[in-house]
């Protein structure tokens, strides 16, 4: 129903914060309330979502959107409600809380207060490859990181190959020669082997 609100912080506590929009105090309970120590008295947006249950009506609110969307998927997952969101929120940031679930890391899911191993399993089915387009902000983070992995694995590759050449009798002149062209390739050892006889024997 409320996609954010701008006011002024008022009041930070232990579970929430009241921020003051027209006259209103919104008391919005939120993963770490302490993080709004420095909008303390200044006017802030925080994005926020209504919980409604019979006995219950909560405003929740959050510094970024991606950490609101993020609080959105955990409350899909069975097995966690509000508080248990806001917990997991409040004990990691969003992009370790992405990297565990996609690397399937079933040890530091379980870290965060009342998640066990089956709700970290059922987060993992829930929520793996599908946080990418609700939370990009975070994610390409860790595609950079798989990335980097990547091409440094493609280095040692590459580095294996020089070796062998050289003890195949090339020159060092030869190999670096032909090093630039190999190194725009993304090959195995032997591979890179090959290509570079063929390039040498050229």
Known sequence: ?????????????????????????????????????????????????????????????????????LFLKLLNVSGIGPKGALAILASGEPAQVIQAIEEE?????????????????????????????????????????EKLDQKKQEQTELEEALLALKALGYSEKEIKKITPTLQQESLSTDEFIKKALQLLLK
Do not use: C, W
């Open 105 to 145: 890391d079933e040890a530091f899911l379980t870290k965060f207060p009342g998640v066990g191993k089956k709700t970290a399993r059922q987060m993992i089915l829930d929520l793996k490859g599908k946080l990418a387009e609700v939370v990009p902000d975070f994610v390409p983070n860790l595609f950079n990181v």
């Open 1 to 69: 129903m409320y996609e954010h609100i701008k006011g002024i912080v008022d009041y930070i506590g232990p579970e929430y914060v009241v921020v003051e929009n027209n006259g209103i105090g919104y008391q919005l309970f939120t993963p770490n309330p302490y993080q709004f120590s420095k909008y303390e008295g200044q006017e802030v947006k925080v994005y926020t979502y209504q919980y409604v249950r019979e006995d219950l009506i909560h405003l929740y609110g959050f510094l970024s959107r991606e950490e609101k969307l």
